[in-house]
């Protein structure tokens, strides 16, 4: 984003304090100035030439996921057949979508075919609904883009060549008017799936809850992601199907052809050059931020984005948004545009040979996260993905070391030993545990081969120590703004074994350091926090939550837009099930080799007190996360001092996450 600094800064806004307070920030390099946040973001070139990308405040969100339309454009423009290209969301609430203006080299593209083409290059949420074709941009008399000209966009989806085919009995005709009512959309048929045609986490639990209500019986809101077609669901709620089983212990065996060679070619240590999956997560940011700091390596990102230059800016954005960015890491960040769900991670024949001759570590933070997506959602990202890693770390004659984050949710309850995991997986009733089970076994199939390898497994993860910036999607922080926003909280203490960000990635890099020897470490907070502790806090900062009867809560959730989905997700059961007093403190993870190996060198997993809850808090009131208390009190807590985030924008309540650890 361009700041403006100097002796003449524009003048502040005498009737919009907010407004003031966001653009006006303390200057970067002069102690005591301001300098004014213009909402212009560029992009800056190594021979130190600009970009204008576009306003800030064109970020938009969709089903619940941030997106910036810059990303899809980029995209949208490496199609043969499209020269330029607009993209901005539409329409209001639940019914917000995302439009692309397009202007073609001669003949006009089918929008199928480029919806085809985006697939490749883009995860299903950033792919726009509708689509038109005009002759050219509208531009202001300045020379930018004038989105407010723009034709409205075409009123029917893209057609993805699917055959409509009518309900066929009184279940789907049900469920049909139920989707109709929710989506706002055209007649649904048989084949159709409900994600597909825009439906997300929080649509699919009030397409539930229409459908419980009209049923006049439970059903469960995981039927909707294991079953996402019209005529599938409506099978599944009659009892004809079931959840199919997934095969974990197969997908957990590892190809044959993943070989460590007998005398493997050697490895740089400490490593020049290693490559990062997951890098624009929450974990992922500080991780790169641990390398670039602990390391002189040149650091190779994997990223979702259109083009190299699409992906270095969100790696550089998610560095700024986190107040971690530094001028000197841009000669040290090689931004990859691919994706573990793609062939060869998404990567051209010269840019995989280049991995392959190069590397001298991997960190495999990566994974798509969704608490309510099934295993064979999540399958090729997190399981395939981290075949495809595995296979890359053994190319060439080589066994390039391989870290991978996993997480404390794989082991099963009473199990608590920095371990390998074991053949039983029976207790694994999530897609996303699941596929971690997976991804450990066929990293420890690996180490068993001969390649150097560590698994990593964060517990419940906590925001930054110093400037407080926190995970957007974590379920803790769900719960919290659900209870600040309904002015009440289940009286049941829940505790959360929370270990800040800054610890987690500084610990992990130092452990990397060190030679992989197929080991397990634990990077978990020490004392638990429990929920209790966390909503006082809120209080103390100005908000009046009440503690009422968690059966009477859990009803007054479900209300919620956002409480059907949370609650499916966090499991309704566990309010009802906690005593306010006699609370089980939970299992406390086994993490005595990782102190062992950590002992001395300065990285301790900090304990959090109040003070660290109020920086927690003082991020979300200060990026909208929070509800604003309804009057200032004394007791709010402090704002730290930190680096000011480039965006202000609120997230969206959902269960699903990018590179996120339970």
């Keep these: 984003e361009v700041v403006r600094g100097g002796d003449a800064p524009p003048r502040a806004s005498p009737t919009r304090p907010d407004l003031t307070a966001d653009r006006f920030v303390p200057h970067p390099t002069r102690p005591g100035a301001r300098a004014y946040r213009t909402g212009d973001t560029v992009r800056q070139h190594h021979d130190g030439t600009y970009t204008y990308l576009g306003r800030t405040d064109q970020q938009v969100k969709v089903r619940g996921f941030r997106i910036e339309p810059g990303d899809v ?20 609430g639940t019914q917000r979508r995302l439009a692309a203006w397009l202007v073609p080299h001669g003949k006009h593209p089918d929008s199928t075919a480029v919806r085809t083409h985006l697939k490749t290059l883009l995860p299903w949420y950033l792919l726009p609904d509708l689509y038109t074709a005009i002759d050219q941009l509208p531009l202001t008399t300045s020379g930018k883009v004038d989105r407010k000209a723009l034709p409205a966009p ?109 005398a493997p070619d050697p490895v740089a240590t400490p490593p020049r050059e290693v490559l990062v999956t ?110 495809a890693l595995l296979r890359l770390a053994t190319e060439r004659g080589r066994a390039v070391p391989v870290h991978f984050t996993s997480t404390i949710g794989v082991l099963p309850e009473g199990v608590t030993a920095e371990a390998p995991p074991t053949a039983e997986h ?27 390898v560590s698994v990593y497994r964060p517990g419940r993860i906590g925001g930054d120590t110093t400037n407080g910036v926190g995970p957007k999607d974590d379920l803790v922080w769900q719960l919290v703004r659900l209870c600040a926003e ?14 800040p960000v800054d610890y987690v990635a500084a610990a992990l890099v130092r452990l990397s350091l060190a030679p992989a020897r197929g080991e397990v470490f634990h990077l978990v907070g020490h004392e638990p926090v429990t929920s209790t502790r966390i909503l006082d806090r809120v209080r103390a900062a100005g908000h009046r939550v009440d503690a009422v009867d968690a059966t009477a809560w859990v009803e007054r959730a479900r209300a919620h837009p956002a409480g059907e989905a949370l609650l499916a997700t966090l499991g309704p059961g566990q309010f009802a099930a906690a005593g306010a007093s006699d609370q089980d403190p939970g299992p406390r993870f086994d993490d005595r080799r990782t102190r062992e190996r950590l002992e001395g060198t300065g990285h301790d997993c900090p304990r959090v007190d109040d003070g660290m809850i109020d920086r927690w808090i003082r991020h979300y009131l200060d990026t909208g996360y929070l509800p604003p208390a309804p009057s200032p009190s004394p007791a709010a807590p402090p704002s730290p001092t930190a680096t000011p985030s480039p965006t202000s924008t609120a997230a969206s309540p959902s269960p699903e996450a990018d590179g996120q650890h339970r």
């Design 486 to 499: 309904l002015g009440a909280a289940p009286d049941a203490e829940l505790p959360f074994h929370i270990a």
């Design 278 to 387: 997951g890098a624009t997560g929450f974990l992922g940011v500080h991780l790169l931020h641990q390398l670039l700091l602990q390391t002189d390596a040149l650091v190779h990102c994997l990223v979702r984005a259109g083009d190299t230059e699409g992906a270095n800016g969100r790696v550089r954005q998610g560095l700024v948004e986190a107040g971690l960015w530094q001028d000197g890491f841009a000669a040290r960040i090689a931004a990859l545009p691919g994706g573990l769900d793609r062939p060869r991670l998404g990567l051209d024949a010269a840019a995989y040979d280049r991995l392959a001759t190069r590397l001298d570590a991997v960190y495999h933070n990566g994974a798509t996260v969704n608490f309510l997506a099934s295993y064979g959602q999540l399958r090729a990202p997190n399981v395939e993905g981290t075949t």
């Design 73 to 92: 454009e980029a995209a949208l423009r490496t199609h043969p057949d499209i020269a330029e290209a607009v993209v901005q969301a539409v329409g209001e």
């Design 426 to 452: 029976g207790h694994l009733d999530r897609g996303y545990e699941q596929t971690k089970w997976v991804a450990e076994r066929l990293v420890t199939a690996a180490g068993a081969r001969g390649l150097p």
């Design 154 to 262: 075409v009123a029917a989806p893209v057609d993805d060549a699917v055959a409509y085919e009518p309900p066929a009995t009184a279940a789907e005709s049900l469920l049909a008017e139920a989707w109709q009512e929710v989506l706002n959309g055209e007649p649904v048929g048989r084949a159709d799936d409900f994600f597909a045609l825009g439906g997300n986490s929080m649509l699919a639990a009030r397409m539930m809850r229409l459908v419980r209500d009209r049923l006049d019986r439970d059903v469960p809101l995981l039927l909707a992601f294991s079953h996402p077609t019209l005529a599938g669901l409506a099978a599944a709620l009659a009892g004809e199907v079931t959840v199919a089983e997934a095969d974990l212990a197969g997908d957990a065996q590892l190809p044959p052809d993943i070989e460590v060679a007998t």
